[in-house]
Structure formats: C-alpha cells, structure tokens
C-alpha cells in the first residue's frame, strides 16, 4: 500500500501526481520569468542567451525551450507580466488618493518610476517581426485597459468625482500617453521626475470633484455641462 501523503491521499494516487506536476511546472515558469525579466532589462535581449537564465534560475536550457519555446517568446511574456504587475501596484498606490490630482500624480510616479514600461515596449517592436507572439501583446494590452477602467471607475464612484470621458477611454488614453512619454524619456537619457512631470503635463485634466451637496455619481461631463470649469482640475 502507497504511503499516505499530508492530505490523506496516496503518493501513487494519479491525479496527485498531477497536481505535483502542475504545481512543479508554474513554479518553474515563474522561477524561469524572475530571471528572464532581470537579465532583459540589464543585457537587453541580444545581450542574454538562453543559458544564462537557465542558470540564473537554476534551471536547464531545455525547460526554456519546453516552456517557452524561443528565447523571444520568453522575452515578451516576461515583459507583459511585467506590466501587468505594475499596473496592478500602480492601482493600489492610486488607492490612497483623495482627489483627481492626487490620483493622477499618484499614476504618474507609479509609472515612471521602474523600466517596466520601457521593457513592455521592446516587446511591442518585437512582436512586429514576430506576429504569433501578438496574441500575448494584445491580451496584456486589454487587460492594462480593462483593469485600469475598473480601478479608475471605482475611485469615481468612491469619491464623486465628475469624470471628462468614459472609464474605458480614460485608462486607453493614459497608457497611450504613458507609453509614449516614458519611451521617449529612456531613449532621451530623462530621470525619472522628468518624465513624471511630462506625463502629468500631457495627460492634463482627467476629472474634477464634485461639490459634496451633488449627489452624481459617476457623472461624465458633456460639451452642454459647462459648470465643472471652476472645480478643482486635475495636475
């Protein structure tokens, strides 16, 4: 009889082995990521070998190429996980905001402050050469969109605020803008305040607060809708 495993199932049980396998598997892939994602940004993508990161994450060079594929495969989905994990920290950083211009500044600095973004943009030129890594870009791309309205439509709701357009094309437009801006910086040699501060600059006014006798919620303001024009505006 198998010995008995800390759950009460048989080691030899066939779907435990699976799930050991399962589990084995995404730690490795996330192992393989982590170092994938720290040689990128330091050697670039010419720069780093498929053996460096195997041995960087104490791996071997065939379980890139079992999990991966192809080096550039590897490089794109490390760059859009990447990105994926700072929007989601740029949204809790938002989180503390009180008004438009502490929500925006907060996006800003949250942006600008790593290379992600950067590195989320060798991967768009990449998929260029390589359209069957596009799928992964574009999912990554609408889920920074669809996310981001969320969060953005949250704090609306929390707050009052009046927002200038729709969830959904406030959070297309920012990362537009942000992607832009922080190429732009890096390619230019700019710190990191420099580009926050062009940011702030070219996204302008996202929202403007509500007097706390309006009971609007969510309210979009129209072309007929003039009155927000003496409310707080947003950096």
């Known amino acids: 009889m198998g010995s008995e495993t800390a759950s ?15 589990s084995a598997g995404r730690k490795m892939r996330s192992l393989l990521l982590d170092a994938a994602s720290r040689l990128f940004k330091e050697r670039g993508l010419s720069g780093t070998s498929i053996s460096d990161i195997a041995a960087a ?91 981001g309205a969320r969060a953005y439509a949250g704090q609306v709701e929390r707050h009052g605020w009046r927002s200038l357009r729709a969830p959904e094309e406030s959070s297309r437009r920012f990362w537009a803008i942000a992607i832009g801006v922080i190429v732009e910086g890096f390619a230019m040699g700019r710190a990191a305040e420099e580009m926050c501060r062009e940011l702030l600059r070219a996204l302008g006014e996202q929202a403007t607060t509500t007097p706390a006798n309006d009971g609007a919620r969510l309210r979009l303001v129209g072309d007929r809708d003039t009155s927000s024009s003496t409310d707080e505006e947003t950096g």
Do not use: C
Not at 9 to 21: E, F, G, I, Q
């Open 8 to 22: 009460g199932m048989s080691a030899s049980d066939p779907k435990h082995a699976v799930r050991a396998t399962r």
């Open 57 to 147: 994450a104490d791996a071997f060079p065939s379980q890139i190429t079992y999990y991966f594929r192809t080096k550039e495969a590897l490089f794109v989905e490390a760059a859009s996980r990447d990105m994926l994990y700072l929007a989601r920290a740029t949204e809790q950083a938002a989180l503390k905001a009180h008004t438009p211009r502490e929500y925006t500044r907060a996006l800003a600095e949250a942006v600008t402050a790593t290379d992600t973004v950067a590195f989320f943009a060798e991967a768009l030129t990449l998929t260029r050469r390589r359209q069957d890594l596009a799928p992964l870009v574009e999912r990554t791309i609408e889920r920074l969109h669809s996310e």
